[in-house]
């Protein structure tokens, strides 16, 4: 996420003649520093966040689902109190492609309106935020919905020009060998039953077709630790063979890079379908959470199944459908004007943040 903010607000900037310096409010500087080569705060520490407020001319508060109480009951005031501190320092906000909810908690709600109200621009991520905002008291006129960030970010730059134009990723079998499925998975249910479920399910695709099965982790080292769990499962049910797990890296670009170059993606990660988007590779999500539903529904899909729910003959049916070139191909013209259209609106964001600091400049 804050790979491609940074990179969206710098290319928009750049195109506007405006010079953005981003300084990050993070857990971890020194790395963030490193990794994405922004300066950075410790957003733990109150005098290091008053120091950056005082010294910065807006706040941007996103993206990600910030605003929502089901991590903990300590998000939303530490978020919103962040928002609060920047308008006492005369600071404008902009609430950047944020996914807002669940808000349970009665006491948290006039926070998060207030923050809302106080924000000079508020963009979210999808229909359900904004309604949500509204529904809490949120002036609806100033709420736009735009992509998830993730969306607009581009491949590294030493891969943009063997990668093409981002529609397709890797043909089924274009080069004689096995098609590749990435999968992303995480742990959901305590009992691991949701994780067995998938590799019931992968291991049904197995028997049908042959497919090299790439586990893409995405957080790290969780993701990893899920993606062994279900290569167990895989071996035990005798479809081992076909599965490998990707190396954890921390560079999102190259992330995307990897999903660009499978044939389908079966994940449960948003960021994992959002990544296939992103690349036109067809993709099946599994539901663990409405931002899953909600993204898939702005492409005219739904999931495949939920952590609940998974028929396994089911998702192999349709995955061996998508893996072949006509399946593929299909899927591509009728989601691609829509993947298109969230592709180019992902920057809207970054475009109103640019505008408005050089309205102020």
């Known amino acids: 996420m804050l790979r491609s903010i940074v990179t969206a607000l710098r290319e928009e900037a750049w195109a506007a003649g405006v010079e953005i310096e981003p300084v990050v409010l993070s857990g971890d500087p020194a790395w963030t520093q490193s990794a994405h080569g922004v300066e950075a705060a410790h957003r733990m520490r109150p005098a290091e966040v008053l120091r950056t407020l005082r010294g910065c001319d807006a706040l941007i508060s996103g993206g990600g689902s910030l605003l929502q109480d089901a ?38 709600r006039p926070l998060v309106r207030a923050a809302m109200n106080a924000s000079r621009i508020v963009t979210v991520r999808d229909e359900e935020s904004a309604a949500l905002l509204a529904r809490l008291g949120a002036a609806r006129g100033r709420i736009e919905v735009v992509p998830d960030p993730v969306m607009g970010m581009p491949l590294p730059p030493d891969a943009e020009a063997r990668a093409g134009d981002g529609m397709g990723g890797q043909g089924p079998g274009d080069d004689g060998a096995a098609p590749v499925v990435g999968v992303s998975v995480r742990r959901w249910r305590p009992d691991g039953a949701d994780l067995a479920r998938v590799a019931e399910a992968l291991a049904a695709l197995v028997r049908r077709r042959a497919v090299r099965l790439r586990f893409l982790p995405l957080h790290t080292p ?88 998974l028929d396994a003959e089911a998702f192999a049916s349709a995955a061996d459908g998508l893996l072949t070139p006509e399946g593929a191909e299909a899927w591509r013209e009728r989601y691609g004007s829509a993947i298109e259209a969230l592709r180019r609106e992902a920057r809207r964001p970054a475009q109103l943040v640019v505008e408005t600091l050089r309205g102020m400049a």
């Open 71 to 108: 991590t903990s009951a300590k998000t939303i005031p530490y978020y919103t109190g962040i928002v609060g501190l920047a308008r006492l320092l005369g600071k404008p906000v902009f609430v950047y492609a944020q996914g807002i909810g669940p808000v349970k908690r009665a006491w948290l």
């Open 222 to 309: 969780d993701d990893a630790e899920a993606s062994r769990a279900v290569m167990d499962r895989l071996a035990a049910l005798g479809a081992g063979d076909a599965a490998e797990l990707a190396e954890p890296g921390d560079d999102p670009q190259r992330m995307l890079l990897e999903v660009g170059r499978c044939s389908l993606i079966f994940g449960m990660r948003l960021h994992a379908l959002i990544y296939a988007a992103n690349r036109g590779v067809p993709m099946l999500g599994l539901s663990y959470d409405p931002k899953i539903d909600h993204f898939l529904a702005r492409l005219g899909l739904a999931p495949i199944g939920t952590t609940e729910a």
